[in-house]
């Protein structure tokens, strides 16, 4: 008998299907891989799972029950445990305090806290968990953390856990650790569900695996039964679209803005390992990745908003000393961010506004003091039309626009300053289809006018299209460098999954 | 004519709601009418409360007088408060900076001899003006240093300051005689009354230039432009090569320095030295000023101009009634909680939007 | 050592007591609603409110314990006002606190008016009485200290241990921590973050009331007009100061205290300006904050 088994399950936000259709059932002491891209619907699924969201339609059965999870609560009682990427965790107690929050061992109104010492401690022995009850979890390294939510999960008996993407914060050694662990707990009976973009991971650890492409179940198969190629055209395949005119660049194109040996580290852990890239002019490079590779950070770089630990930007071969967001604005590079409500615009700002943003400097809009106010609007009058940008009058709020007219005043910002370079990053996120296009136009147009342009997406169905060439960052390092063209459904997943890494062998991961 | 009518009344109607004006008028009337019912409550007549007030603040020209002599220093706080609200920091530190502001004019009138009036007010001014603006700037390091909210560095720096300022005038500015002051100002520093004996003086020039400063700063600057991004949105304006650390240290500068002015104003033209509680209480004044201007300096100048009014009211209601002046106080804190109430309005508006957008925006 | 000096350093830390109670009270009310996330901001506000009520109470009835009854029930009110303000309508807790210290300061003195026809002090009411040992009275520094003891002393003292024990050793404390350290994982653990701020915002009420109602109808019998005098906010430096512990409440309680009653002996004759005395709590708290890397006073930017 099936210890979990969901029907049916439908889950829409608004206009976006998350879950369509979607089956999934598995089994006591098995562990199931859960896998799929960004968007994909895997995320939304196990929230359905573990009472954070209510499904539109479908039943969920338990041990053979229908059962409604309507809160986290409920799961757990059920014995359905998840694993956060995000920990929830209290940093300046220990770990065992923070294991049994909630279920505290009581004497009376006292916290037994010998006895959850004790516990916890028999616990991880038990489970060969390792962590030390007594220990801040302040103090802990990240995968100890992560043991410490997965020991919450065992002190509350839970038999079903999920995992979300649980080695996206973990060395290669941490992993196999936690692989261990997984193997101990399925040979006690526990349902394991793990939630990953990642096929070595899949093929390492997985029993069955459930493929969701788009909201949809594409297959459900036994691991034995699967191949790394398969299941990559699986997770990302669809028709790869040459649909956008482009003119003919000739070869041999200046490098306008190039990276080297850059590394980045935050709270310790290394975002980029040794990237090298080169932008050329004319050229669209197309960055595909699924999102926390390092994309943000590399954005980031590029714009002067994070500072390399090691290594250097250049443009046009000249190194920039101490990058800055203005530097980069004047040495003509342009950036559209890829969270555009935090970094790209400001909401209470006016349309007119907004489109200087950055700008404001230059002589066009202000004098040695003040702006040029009949300049600002007239400029703004201006690029409105040119990109149709569809308010009311320059003079309204930002927040009266619709999200692809936001956009839009991003684009149009970014273009009307002749920039040489433009780092785009996720340009259509939460932009609706007929923004789109236009905003594809716009970047290609860029591109045959001879700027160089950084495509960062999620959506690798953009890349596809927009590219000339393409790189697939993973894990924070460039593992492919190559003319769009040469590049398939099968090569693309394998590369952006982390199964194959061409930039030098396998043996020292 | 007609047509030249509707338009100025479409106009000032898009003013008043664009500008929250509406908000702060109607959290003025409410505070008036519960502080009439606890007048009543209390076995006190409102209505003879209400007109000691108003005869008081404009029954007489002397009385206007000290009305809008009164409201000079808060024109400053308010202005202060303003532009450092603008930038996204709640200085708080307002009732310091003024006090310093005070002391250091008065010293700076009272030690420096031989000087013209021309060049020895200008002087005073700027002193007592780089005294308060480096305080301001001081509450921004330490914020950026502690990371914690400048609310609470700034009144602890309050108390601080106000002691320390208690201590330079009792060890080093001590003038002889019973009472704890400074001395004298010489004559080249004074501000001339502009009404015999009353607190109006040509102070208040100085703080209308300050109102149009602020204004021209705020609506034809580039560095007004900015404070607003980075105040609104500091991460957009970071990314948007915008200096967020230092626009919010100049700011501040200039907002310690317009407090300052407030004090200096005082010493220079109505008390002649610094004496303690001089200027009690105005940093709190300026704090609901600034707050019910809504971020306009015109609106600070109009919210400085009742404030007066209530503090030259209060004094006529304490002397001719037996309602305790101490009604503006109430008056006052009943304007700050219910100008909290927008942001519950907004609140509630903001709940209704972002369940609407969120539906149709990729998740 | 002579009589004289005996009796000197007695009435020092007697004074040091005197003091040390009301500000350590307003202590303790800090740490309570700061640990769970929540600055009381109204701290000053509630303290002058339940001193009113206090005497008050006591004024209506010649019964004092009724009047500090009165004090603590009106002093809880206005923090229940406060939270509501600031939980529910997730207002600024600084300009709430502003404004009800306001409030509070305007409405003292306007009913000091109203029932006393007083401007500045009520009238003398029944206060509560201290204990008196008078078999020790006459030994040397400890008679100064123990032959008269207030009996808010010894709800204090009892109160510090009960606290102690309530923060580190009960489940309460333990999730009053989380509340205050992590919200969010409070929530996804089924801790009821508003209903855990309300309840200790509500006994950081009473604590503060209890030092309000200690300064009028414990120490002097009456009311008069602002007799708090930022006390509240001492106490809430004392309490960042001392890491919103009960130890460190009152060891910075006691280091104030005896440094403020040294200054009113010296009476600046050591050279010493009272000024530094007063304005050391305030120091201490900047530099204790400049120095905390633990954010255990959750004062940063997203929660005021």
């Known amino acids: ?128 968990l390792r962590v030390d009850p007594h220990a801040e979890v302040s103090t802990l390294p990240v995968g100890m953390k992560q043991r410490v939510e997965i020991l919450k999960a065992l002190y509350r008996k839970s038999d079903i856990l999920i995992l979300d993407e649980p080695t996206a914060v973990l060395t290669p050694g941490e992993a196999d650790d936690l692989f261990e662990v997984l193997r101990q707990f399925k040979q006690s009976g526990k349902a394991i569900i793990l939630i990953t973009h990642k096929l070595k991971e899949t093929m390492q650890a997985a029993d069955r695996i459930t493929i969701l492409r788009q909201g949809r179940v594409v297959r459900t198969m036994p691991r034995v039964e699967a191949d790394v190629d398969q299941l990559a055209e699986m997770m990302v395949g669809r028709r790869i679209v040459f649909s956008i005119g482009r003119k003919e660049m000739p070869k041999g194109l200046p490098v306008l803005m190039s990276i080297r040996h850059a590394t980045l580290k935050r709270e310790g852990v290394a975002k980029l390992k040794d990237i090298n890239i080169d932008v050329h002019g004319g050229e669209i490079l197309g960055i595909a990745g699924v999102d926390g590779n390092g994309q943000t950070e590399l954005a980031e770089v590029l714009t002067g908003l994070q500072r390399l630990n090691e290594g250097a930007i250049y443009i046009n071969g000249a190194p920039v000393k101490a990058p800055t967001p203005a530097k980069m604005l004047e040495l003509k590079v342009g950036h559209i961010p890829e969270d555009r409500t935090t970094r790209g615009v400001i909401r209470n700002f006016s349309v007119s506004q907004n489109l200087i943003l950055g700008y404001q400097r230059s002589a066009r809009f202000s004098g040695r003091l003040q702006l040029k106010k009949r300049a600002v609007d007239a400029f703004a009058k201006n690029t409105a039309e040119k990109f149709d940008i569809r308010c009311g009058s320059i003079d309204d709020p930002l927040s009266s626009l619709s999200g692809g007219n936001q956009q839009k005043v991003v684009i149009g910002r970014v273009m009307s300053e002749d920039p040489r370079i433009v780092i785009a990053a996720q340009p259509t996120r939460g932009v609706d289809i007929g923004a789109v296009e236009y905003i594809h136009e716009r970047i290609v147009e860029l591109r045959d006018a001879g700027k160089a342009i950084l495509l960062i997406s999620a959506d690798l169905d953009e890349v596809i299209k927009l590219a000339d060439r393409i790189s697939v960052i993973y894990d924070g390092r460039i593992v492919s460098d190559d003319e769009a063209k040469n590049y398939d459904e099968r090569r693309l997943g394998a590369l952006m999954t982390g199964q194959a890494d061409e930039s030098r062998r396998e043996a020292d991961r | 004519m007609k047509d030249l009518f509707t338009r100025a009344w479409k106009k000032s109607k898009g003013f008043i709601l664009q500008s929250g004006a509406l908000f702060s008028i109607a959290a003025f009337v409410f505070s008036l009418i519960v502080s009439a019912a606890i007048m009543l409550l209390s076995g006190f007549d409102p209505l003879q409360g209400y007109s000691a007030l108003l005869s ?35 200085n708080i530190g307002v009732e310091g900076q003024l006090l310093s502001g005070a002391l250091a004019a008065a010293v700076a009138g009272a030690y420096l001899k031989g000087l013209p009036a021309f060049i020895h007010i200008p002087l005073c001014f700027a002193i007592a003006w780089i ?174 101009v009742i404030f007066g009014a209530l503090r030259a009211g209060s004094s006529n209601m304490n002397r001719t009634t037996n309602i305790p002046g101490e009604f503006i106080t109430i008056l006052q804190a009943l304007v700050i909680l219910f100008v909290s109430a927008p942001l519950l309005i907004r609140y509630f508006k903001d709940k209704l939007t972002r369940t609407k957008s969120s539906g149709s925006e990729a998740a | ?221 009456i009311f008069s007009r602002d007799m708090v005098a930022g006390r509240g906010f001492i106490g809430m430096a004392v309490a960042i100061f001392g890491a919103n512990q009960p130890v460190g409440c009152i060891l910075g309680g006691l280091l104030f205290g005896f ?40 004062l940063t930017e997203s929660r005021l």
């Open chain 3, 259 to 298: 440094a403020q009653s040294l200054q009113y002996r010296l009476q600046g004759g050591a050279g010493i300006p009272t000024q530094l005395v007063q304005m050391m709590p305030y120091v201490l708290t900047l530099v204790a904050l400049a120095f905390s890397k633990k954010d255990t006073s959750g």
């Open chain 2, 56 to 90: 008081g603040a404009f029954g007489s020209w002397d009385n206007v007088a000290t009305t809008l002599g009164t409201a000079t220093p808060l024109i400053f706080a308010g202005l202060s408060v303003s532009i450092g609200k603008r930038a996204g920091f709640f």
């Open chain 3, 1 to 221: 050592m002579d009589a004289q000096m005996l009796d000197n350093i007695g009435s020092l830390l007697a004074s040091t007591v005197n003091i040390f109670i009301p500000i350590t009270f307003a202590a303790i009310a800090s740490c309570f609603s700061a640990r769970t996330g929540i600055i009381n901001m109204a701290l000053d506000g509630i303290m002058l409110v339940s001193a009113f009520f206090a005497v008050y109470g006591s004024y209506l009835t010649g019964n004092a314990w009724f009047g500090l009854g009165l004090g603590i029930v009106a002093g809880v009110a206005i923090a229940l006002f406060f939270s509501v303000i600031t939980i529910k309508f997730r207002c600024s807790q600084a300009l709430a606190g502003l404004g009800i210290n306001m409030l509070a300061k305007g409405l003292t003195i306007v009913l000091l008016q109203a029932i006393w026809n007083a401007k500045g002090k009520s009238a003398i009411v029944e206060g509560i009485d201290v204990i008196r040992f008078d078999a020790i009275a006459g030994v040397p520094i400890l008679g100064s200290i123990f032959a008269q003891i207030p009996p808010l002393l010894i709800v204090l003292v009892a109160s510090l241990a009960l606290v102690q024990v309530v923060f580190f050793r009960t489940v309460f404390g333990l999730r009053m921590h989380v509340t205050g350290e992590n919200p969010v994982a409070a929530r996804s653990l089924g801790i009821k973050v508003e209903r855990m701020q309300y309840v200790c915002m509500i006994i950081s009420g009473v604590f503060a009331s209890l030092g309000g109602a200690y300064l009028s109808i414990c120490d002097v019998s």
């Open chain 2, 131 to 304: 005294v308060g603006g480096l305080i301001g700037v001081l509450s921004v390091k330490l914020k950026q240093f502690m990371k914690v909210s400048e609310l609470i560095i700034t009144v602890m720096l309050n108390y601080v300051i106000t002691y320390l300022v208690d201590i330079l005038v009792s060890e080093f500015f001590l003038n002889p005689g019973y009472v704890v002051r400074t001395p004298d100002i010489q004559a080249s520093a004074a501000l001339a009354p502009l009404v015999p004996l009353s607190r109006l003086n040509t102070g208040i020039f100085v703080a209308l230039a300050g109102t149009v400063l602020l204004y021209w700063i705020y609506r034809r600057t580039r560095f007004g432009y900015e404070i607003l991004a980075v105040g609104l949105n500091r991460r957009a304006a970071e990314t948007g090569g915008i200096a967020v650390n230092t626009k919010v240290s100049i700011a501040m500068f200039i907002s310690g320095g317009l407090a300052a002015m407030g004090g200096a104003v005082e010493s220079m033209g109505v008390h002649g030295y610094y004496i303690a509680n001089m200027v009690s209480g105005y940093g709190y004044d300026g704090l609901t000023i600034a707050i019910m201007g809504g971020g306009n300096p015109i609106g600070c100048v109009m919210a400085s």
């Open chain 1, 1 to 128: 008998m099936n210890v979990v088994e969901m029907r049916g399950i439908c889950k829409s936000f608004g206009l976006v299907n998350a879950n369509v259709d979607v089956d999934l059932d598995i089994a006591k002491g098995e562990i199931l891989s859960l896998l799929g891209e960004n968007g994909a619907g895997k995320t939304t699924l196990m929230n359905v799972l573990y009472g954070l969201l209510e499904p539109d339609a479908g039943t969920i059965w338990i041990n053979g029950r229908q059962e409604r999870i309507l809160s986290p609560l409920t799961a757990t009682a059920l014995g359905i445990s998840m694993v956060h990427q995000h920990f929830m965790l209290v940093n300046t107690l220990t770990v065992a305090e923070n294991v049994v929050l909630g279920y505290e061992p009581r004497k009376g109104a006292f916290f037994d806290r010998a006895r959850a010492f004790e516990e916890v401690g028999r616990l991880s022995e038990e489970y060969g």
